[in-house]
C-alpha cells in the first residue's frame, strides 16, 4: 500500500491509554488549484508528542489550520473523546509568531482577556480574569509577566505567553507550529521540556512542528515526515532520523548513537524499521 494512505474499512486503533484520539483519515487540501495535502492518515494519542518534521513547503503549516478547521478539506478529522457529552477536541494552537508593535500599550493580561471574553477591554476587566490568566501563566513559569506589555518581551517570553494562552482553557489537542523560531538554545530547550512536562501532568495530545530536529528528537514519543504534502514516514524518533529521505532532504548527518532521543516512549501502534508510514 503506497506511503499514507490506509484502508478506510480498518477500525481505529486503540489508543495506549484507551481515553482519547484525534484521527485523521485521507485528508486532503487543494489551495489556489494545486494539492497541498494528499492521503494523509494518523492517530494523535493523550498524553503523546508528536513531532512534525519535513523542508519548508511540504505542508506542515497547513496540516495544523487543517485541523484548526480554518481551511476547506475531504477526508475526516475524527475525535474518540474521553468526555460523552463532547464530540469535538479543545484545540490550543501556538503560531509560528505574534506580530507586535513595540509600543503598544497592551499588556499580556489584556491579551488574555481579550482572547477570554468578547467584552470590550476599555471597559475594564471582568472579575475573575486575572487569576485565570495567572493560573496560565504560573502553568509555563511566566506567572511575572502578568502586567508586561507585549512589544517588551523577548522571543521566548512572548512564546511562553502564547503558550499559556492555547493552555487556558487546557485543550484536549495542542498545536505548535514552530514555537520557539528565533529564541536561543536554552530557551528552546527549556521550552521543549516544559511542553513534555505538560502533556505528561495534563495527558495532552501535541503536534509540535520544529526544524530543530536534535532538540524536537530528545523529547517526541513520535516523530512524522512530511513532504510534498504526503506523510512518507512515521515512527519513533530513532527510526524516522535515520531514514535516507530525511537524511537527504533536511542534510540531517548527526550520529545517532550521540543523540538523545526521546525514543518512542508512547509509539505502540507504528511502523516498525524499514515500513512506510499507514496511518
Known sequence: MP????????PLPQTHCGACCTSLRNVGVRRGGRTVLAG????????????????????????????????????????IPFRADR???????????????????VTVLDLFCGAMSRWPLWLGHRRGWRAEAARGLARV????????????????????????????????????????AGVDRSGLERFFETISELRRKHDLSVLLV???????????????????????????????????????TLGFDRDLRELPVGGGRHYAHGPDDGEEARG
Not at 55 to 72: C, F, H, I, Q, Y
Open 87 to 105: 464530540r469535538q477536541p479543545r484545540i490550543g494552537y501556538v503560531p509560528q509568531r505574534l506580530d507586535t508593535d513595540l509600543i503598544s500599550p
Open 210 to 248: 520544529s526544524h530543530d530536529l536534535p532538540g524536537v528528537a530528545a523529547v517526541a514519543d513520535r516523530m512524522l515526515f512530511l513532504q510534498n504534502g504526503a506523510l512518507l514516514r512515521e515512527g519513533a524518533p530513532r527510526e524516522v532520523l535515520a531514514d535516507p529521505r530525511v537524511k537527504t
Open 141 to 180: 513559569n511566566a506567572a511575572p509577566l502578568l502586567e508586561r506589555r507585549i512589544g517588551e518581551l523577548s522571543g521566548g517570553q512572548l512564546q511562553r505567553v502564547l503558550l499559556a494562552l492555547a493552555l487556558t482553557p487546557l485543550p484536549d489537542v495542542l498545536l505548535l507550529d514552530e514555537p520557539a
Open 3 to 10: 506511503a499514507g494512505t490506509a484502508n478506510m474499512n480498518d
Open 40 to 79: 494523509i492518515n494518523l492517530h494523535l494519542h493523550c498524553g503523546e508528542l508528536t513531532a512534525l518534521i519535513g523542508p519548508n513547503g511540504a505542508g506542515k503549516t497547513t496540516l495544523l489550520r487543517t485541523m484548526l478547521g480554518d481551511l476547506p478539506r475531504t477526508g475526516e478529522i475524527l475525535f
